[in-house]
């Protein structure tokens, strides 16, 4: 696994130093991460890397997940479905539920941390335990947020103003709270099996391992098979492509733990492909993150055509990489894509068609794009920034004023 000195060559000595600077800093911090899942989706990707970090730096980290069965995880897909915006129906028994399986989570662990940080709804609930506690209580949230439905919202505000903080990825998320709010942007780890560089022929192999053929044009969207990710509207937008240039399809993802719903799309999008053998829905395992990264690497243009996103890791995945990157407006992808400098911003499943169309055509276009893109992840939205955010983010809840000094 590399360490924090073996990101010198990616963004610089000072880089470094301050990290270890801040480090010394946060000897005396215990920090607790809580999730609902430990593989699959953009929190788990980024907690695998930034717990084993924040340790390294001499921070005391650990990264618990809760449990659930069936029935919570139906009812967290409909809490996260409607903060996206999706009308969604809660019953009194769904609410109940929810606090049962998180108390009951509760009584099996510990917090006997200075900073405890809930990633996302499905754990919020914990915060109960905080009057007993004499420790910081952070809410982070992943999700779009800007435009929560009434009833999941003030179900889960009461929640939130028992926090010392909530953290968002983007400005559109915050709202009226008591709360201190934070803005911290998602991350990538250019130096993971994810992101890491490949050598042609690793790439070529993993293409071949697909049959999908390296010589057309090649249009990937890599997610969680999900309705917010729209891969129906993906297949739509392809097929208004391929009337003019015979290019090919990939929609690839996996589920995770805590989405229940993963199986009822991929049987969508499969009806949706209808047997076109220029579509490839390739339903990949957890571990599949090398390849994920040769798909992304391999592809000519990578989508993400998002109905609504959290931040959209798989945005800078791809930026990172070259790519030249086509994404919805919405969510946390507008801070990644400034449209036609770095990356195309689209708003329909026609605009998407014309910018593929586009970018196909015009290599040395895509290619600028491209250029500035990566440019743009390695300055914003790597995981040292992201470490160093969380790491004065703690310092500062132990601090009155407003500023911590180094
Ligand atoms: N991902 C993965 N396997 C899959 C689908 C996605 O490892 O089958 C990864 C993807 O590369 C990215 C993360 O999961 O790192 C998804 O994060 P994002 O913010 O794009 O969306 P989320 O799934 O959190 O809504």
Known sequence: MPQVKDYKDIVGQSVIDELFAIGEKSRDLKIQHVNS?????GVAEILTRLVPMMNELGVQARWDVIKGGEK???????????????????TDDDWAHFMEVDRENARSMNFDNNVVFIHDPQPIGLVEQREHLDNKWVWRCHIDFS??????????????????????????????????????????????????????????????RFGIDRKRPVVTQISRFDYLKDPVG?????????RYIDCQLVLAGGGATDDPEGEKVLSEVREA?????????????PSSDVEINALQRGSTVVL?????????????????????????????IPLQIKHKYNGILTHSIEGTAYWIKQLIN????????????????????????????????????????DIVYL
């Open 362 to 401: 015009e290599p040395n276009y895509a290619r600028e794009l491209a250029r500035n893109g990566k440019e743009h992840i390695r300055q914003n939205f790597l995981i040292t920034r992201h470490l160093r955010d969380y790491l004065l983010l703690s310092l500062s809840l132990f601090h009155d004023k």
């Open 72 to 90: 919570f995880f139906a009812i967290t897909k409909k809490m996260h479905n409607a903060l996206h915006g999706v009308p969604e129906t809660f």
């Open 273 to 285: 492909a209808n047997g076109d053998r220029d579509v490839f829905v390739l339903l990949l395992p």
């Open 147 to 208: 435009e929560p439905r009434e009833n999941v919202w003030l179900f889960l505000k009461d929640f939130i103003e028992r926090f010392d903080g909530a953290i968002f990825s983007a400005p559109a998320f915050s709202r009226p709270l008591k709360t201190k709010q934070f803005l911290i942007s998602p991350s990538i780890d250019p130096l993971s099996d994810k992101n890491k560089d490949l050598s042609d022929d690793f790439v070529r192999d993993i293409f071949d």
């Open 304 to 332: 993400q055509k998002s109905l609504r996103e959290g931040f959209g890791l798989t945005v800078a995945e791809a930026m990172w990489k070259s790519r030249p990157v086509i994404a919805s407006a919405v969510g946390g």
């Open 234 to 242: 993906v297949i739509k937008a392809y097929r208004l492509v391929k």
């Open 37 to 41: 899942t430990a593989v699959g989706g």
